[in-house]
């Protein structure tokens, strides 16, 4: 059975955000706006962590004294269940109230920002129903699988400092594209393109040469966040032969604000698509870590998709195996992605490539705008729920982001 929230609380047990959710944010208010702070969200309203561990859990409140989850995250498994079942005692019990109830601030009223340091940034192609749609799109008469997709997950490394929290506005990148002859022309992206996905958080380190197991994924890593990784379509396709993405991915990846812990997806847990081909050991789960998130993407708040993260071919335990198994180190604050998310249906593809046949037949949206590609001044919001207990769906929050015009300026 749930835990039910405190009556002073007013919570309906159906809220997006319940006790069963309680995802963690940095924030600060309009009043105080220099004072960061740890918060847990509940309901409409956010919880200052920050001060609620001074009061009531002086050995730690150090974890959480600047702002940033970064030494919550480090301290590992242990102290996230505890402090998230101390939490959970704070706002189901009554006397707890007066301890807590006035440290919580709306919603409206709070100033969110990148909840933790991002280290690294490594961004996967695990949707087989994408990598099958664009191989259709870009190489009708190739097979649609490269020839390890089946074996490995494969995936790049990004740049960490283009990681922004949702709300921040995306600039149009600037680049080289192939022009009309064939020759490299220098410009804006004339294909810009959002990629719905679902994001891993790390927590516990490791060293060099230490690969992680399968088995071992809830150890490492935290929780999880909903990513937009920004794509230049027409820039990523010059410079992408013979290496992967560069310039084309590095001018913005939007983040939730939210990090929903791994303990709050206990009721969205299944079986990944991986478990039914032979794989080598290193990424042969014992456990169902495929994720049941349902996406949804808006552009100018029109409905443009409906991608499920449940279709995702390797599960995020699978993607941390792979990422360790050259013997490359964690670190805390590492940010690890699924790649776009894609399902079987038109209307569940992930990016506007996929929906729009790379550019041929724009999407109809209900506004009754259509898009082929991101105009500037365009809004994209990526939202998720995932099953919760009781028949409930507790909420992943938004990545959102409006696309400002390019600055084209000579370099010399």
């Keep these: 059975m749930p835990v039910a929230a ?66 919550f995250l480090a301290e590992g498994h242990g102290a996230w269940a505890d402090v998230r079942a101390e939490i959970t005692a704070w706002l189901s019990q009554e006397r707890f109230r007066e301890a807590v109830e006035d440290l919580l601030v709306p919603v409206a009223g709070a100033e969110l920002r990148l909840p933790f340091t991002v280290a690294d940034f490594v961004d996967f192609y695990a949707s087989r129903e994408h990598v099958t749609t664009l191989s259709s799109i870009l190489r009708p008469d190739a097979d ?73 994924f809830a150890e490492h890593v935290f929780g999880v966040c909903l990513v937009n990784d920004w794509s230049a379509r027409d820039i990523q396709a010059f410079e992408s032969a013979p290496l992967g993405p560069f310039g084309g991915k590095s001018f913005g990846t939007t983040v939730s604000p939210w990090i929903l812990p791994l303990a709050a997806l206990e009721h969205a847990r299944v079986r990944p698509p991986s478990r039914d081909t032979e794989l080598a050991e290193y990424l042969t789960e014992s456990e169902d870590w495929g994720l049941d998130i349902r996406l949804e993407v808006r552009i100018n708040k029109q409905l443009a998709s409906r991608p499920p993260y449940s279709a995702v ?38 990016s506007l490539m996929e929906l729009s046949l790379n550019g041929a037949e724009p999407v109809a949206l209900a506004d009754g705008s259509a898009r082929a590609w991101l105009a500037d001044g365009d809004e994209v919001s990526i939202t998720a729920t995932a099953p919760g207990p009781d028949g409930t769906r507790i909420s992943l929050g938004e990545a959102r982001g409006q696309i400002l015009p390019a600055i084209v300026e000579t370099v010399r």
Excluded: K
């Design 144 to 216: 649609p699988l490269p020839p390890s997709w089946l074996h490995q997950p494969v995936g790049y490394h990004g740049r960490a400092g283009s990681v922004v929290p949702s709300g921040t506005a995306i600039r149009r990148p600037c680049g080289q594209v192939r022009g009309p002859g064939g020759a490299p022309e220098f410009g804006p992206t004339t294909r810009l393109d959002f990629e719905a996905e679902v994001g891993f958080v790390v927590g516990v380190e490791t060293v060099l040469a230490e690969p992680v197991a399968v088995s071992r």
């Design 313 to 350: 071919h390797w599960s995020p335990a699978q993607l941390l195996a792979h990422l360790t198994a050259s013997g490359a180190a964690l670190r805390t604050g590492d940010l690890y992605a699924s790649g776009t998310v894609s399902g079987p249906g038109p209307g569940e593809r992930g």
């Design 6 to 71: 405190a009556a002073w609380l007013d919570l309906d047990p159906g809220h997006p955000f319940s006790l069963a959710a309680l995802p963690y944010c940095s924030f600060s208010t309009r009043q105080h706006a220099a004072f960061h702070r740890v918060g847990v969200r509940v309901g409409d309203r956010v919880l200052d962590l920050t001060t609620a561990a001074e009061r009531l859990l002086p050995g730690r409140s150090a974890l959480f004294r600047d702002g940033l989850l970064d030494p």
